[in-house]
């Protein structure tokens, strides 16, 4: 029983910067659907790219990695409502048919509301992506020129067929019930992302955000063995403007390779693009002095934290290189 992976696919540098809305990681879930008989619709929400088993079947039929409805005998089309893992502005969609060769859909429309209660009985949907022609096994990617903030969305495939993965990457507005309340002002869910970094070789910084501790040294950002003089960051956005309370850094299964220390630097910046920052980042005020590392351990400071009022985005330095799991800047919003 073979098993072929999907080929790699790089997402544009410009929607990378954004979150996906619609990942499992971060709460995503369908809601209801008007037909899953061959494949859950849940599958094409999943973070790990898609997979074709073959000779896999199931009651049903072929096994396959994604959402696939059965064959309509009749007028109409199927579609999938989901509940994004955070309120949002939708800036892109990849509606992804990879492995869907002769069964994908012939095209396929989206829909958004706005339901931060979850009742959907009576919200308005609003057209984000009008009815656009699909192809066989590959990527669709599509801009999405909306500043509405959304919490579901419905996606519609005429007249029927499968969709390997949807992606919907998108500026994350989330809607905090308490600001008095200490969250975690970096995570994913709340808005935090990745501006620039020096390496990553083994592991994107975009993992630091991630929800949940590492599951393996893939899940963490880790960078090549440095061979020059110097040491290794990345600058990461906060979600929401804050007050640092404690610092957690988590070098979990980092055991050969983690850092020897790591430093972080911040400023409250409110208009400034990412470019800008990069050059200006060696210059900002430690948040928190070099700390030694363990390995695969979390670090938590508090007394360490150096006095600041309140900031917008990090630098952490990883020195001199190797590899982190999570980091964790828990406080306030200011």
Same mark, same amino acid.
Request: glycine share 8%.
């Given at each position: 029983?073979?098993?072929?992976?999907?080929?790699?696919?790089?997402?544009?540098?410009?929607?990378?910067?954004?979150?996906?809305?619609?990942?499992?990681?971060?709460?995503?879930?369908?809601?209801?659907?008007?037909?899953?008989?061959?494949?859950?619709?849940?599958?094409?929400?999943?973070?790990?790219?898609?997979?074709?088993?073959?000779?896999?079947?199931?009651?049903?039929?072929?096994?396959?990695?994604?959402?696939?409805?059965?064959?309509?005998?009749?007028?109409?089309?199927?579609?999938?409502?989901?509940?994004?893992?955070?309120?949002?502005?939708?800036?892109?969609?990849?509606?992804?048919?990879?492995?869907?060769?002769?069964?994908?859909?012939?095209?396929?429309?989206?829909?958004?509301?706005?339901?931060?209660?979850?009742?959907?009985?009576?919200?308005?949907?609003?057209?984000?992506?009008?009815?656009?022609?699909?192809?066989?096994?590959?990527?669709?990617?599509?801009?999405?020129?909306? @500043? +509405?903030?959304?919490? /579901?969305? %419905?996606?519609? #495939?005429? &007249?029927?067929? *499968?969709?390997?993965?949807?992606?919907?990457?998108?500026?994350?507005?989330?809607?905090?019930?308490?600001?008095?309340?200490?969250?975690?002002?970096?995570?994913?869910?709340?808005?935090?992302?990745?501006?620039?970094?020096? @390496? +990553?070789?083994?592991? /994107?910084? %975009?993992?630091? #955000?991630? &929800?949940?501790? *590492?599951?393996?040294?893939?899940?963490?950002?880790?960078?090549?063995?440095?061979?020059?003089?110097?040491?290794?960051?990345?600058?990461?956005?906060?979600?929401?403007?804050?007050?640092?309370?404690?610092?957690?850094?988590?070098? +979990?299964?980092?055991?050969?390779?983690?850092?020897?220390?790591?430093?972080?630097?911040?400023?409250?910046?409110?208009?400034?693009?990412?470019?800008?920052?990069?050059?200006?980042?060696?210059?900002?005020?430690?948040?928190?002095?070099?700390?030694?590392?363990?390995?695969?351990?979390?670090?938590?400071?508090?007394?360490?934290?150096?006095?600041?009022?309140?900031?917008?985005?990090?630098?952490?330095?990883?020195?001199?290189?190797?590899?982190?799991?999570?980091?964790?800047?828990?406080?306030?919003?200011?």
């Amino acid at each position: 029983m073979a098993t072929l992976f999907a080929p790699a696919f790089e997402i544009p540098a410009h929607i990378q910067q954004l979150t996906n809305l619609a990942d499992t990681r971060i709460g995503a879930k369908v809601i209801e659907c008007s037909d899953e008989f061959f494949a859950e619709a849940k599958r094409m929400l999943q973070f790990d790219a898609p997979i074709f088993v073959e000779d896999k079947f199931d009651d049903h039929g072929k096994w396959m990695d994604g959402w696939e409805t059965r064959r309509k005998r009749h007028a109409g089309y199927d579609w999938a409502i989901v509940k994004l893992g955070v309120a949002g502005k939708i800036k892109a969609l990849d509606i992804d048919t990879t492995f869907f060769s002769g069964n994908y859909p012939a095209s396929a429309a989206l829909e958004a509301c706005f339901a931060p209660n979850g009742d959907l009985s009576t919200v308005e949907w609003h057209s984000i992506l009008p009815n656009s022609i699909l192809g066989p096994s590959q990527h669709h990617l599509f801009e999405i020129q909306d @500043d +509405a903030i959304y919490t /579901h969305i %419905r996606l519609k #495939i005429y &007249p029927d067929g *499968g969709v390997a993965r949807l992606r919907v990457y998108g500026e994350v507005k989330p809607q905090f019930q308490n600001s008095t309340d200490i969250l975690d002002l970096l995570a994913l869910e709340n808005g935090g992302r990745v501006i620039a970094y020096s @390496d +990553a070789h083994f592991g /994107h910084p %975009r993992n630091l #955000i991630n &929800p949940g501790r *590492g599951i393996n040294m893939g899940d963490g950002w880790e960078t090549k063995r440095r061979r020059a003089p110097g040491f290794d960051w990345c600058i990461l956005a906060l979600g929401q403007a804050g007050k640092i309370e404690k610092i957690d850094i988590d070098t +979990a299964h980092f055991k050969g390779n983690y850092p020897a220390e790591v430093s972080i630097q911040a400023i409250y910046i409110e208009d400034a693009t990412d470019p800008q920052l990069i050059p200006q980042s060696m210059f900002w005020p430690f948040l928190l002095d070099a700390q030694p590392m363990q390995m695969d351990h979390i670090h938590s400071f508090i007394n360490e934290i150096l006095a600041h009022e309140k900031i917008s985005y990090i630098r952490v330095n990883m020195i001199p290189d190797g590899g982190i799991s999570r980091i964790r800047l828990w406080g306030k919003i200011a």
